[in-house]
């Protein structure tokens, strides 16, 4: 039987991060998954990482969309700090059957729980028939 070597032991012990992260430092470059959203049909496809930071990446999709142009608004499961989070909206049409990325309108306005946007078909046969979205910041306190 091998000797345990106590105050190993208990420095091990004295330095591991609390459940809550709360004792990491940060600034240090760490920067750990507190809360986290898988999509699922049950949230409507939308999923999120929040970090110890306080920084969030949330993200969704959209489909069965068949239209020339679809505006529409998504509220966030997690409310931003402020409205300068970075918001990406892509959509994609019906021609063929590959899947065609589209540039289209950007998400405005913005709030702190919601932001808006209008999609838009490529050529006067194309329409939307679904979309993803992402946005990333900091949450609000």
Known sequence: MSDINIGALTEVIN?????DLKN?????GADAVIEY????????????????SGYVEIWGTKTGMSQREYV??????????DTRYACFVS???NRGTDIDWNFTGGCTPKTTTKFSFS??????????TGMSWSVKGMAAA
Not at 24 to 28: E, G, Y
Not at 72 to 81: D, F, H
């Open 72 to 81: 529409g608004s998504i509220t966030l499961p997690i409310t931003m700090a």
């Open 37 to 52: 959203q898988v999509p699922t049909a049950d949230n409507d496809y939308t999923g999120y990482r929040k970090y110890a």
């Open 119 to 128: 999609l838009y078909g490529l050529g006067t046969t194309d329409l939307v």
């Open 24 to 28: 990491v430092d940060i600034n240090s």
């Open 91 to 93: 959509a994609w049409s």
């Open 15 to 19: 330095n591991k991060a609390d459940k």
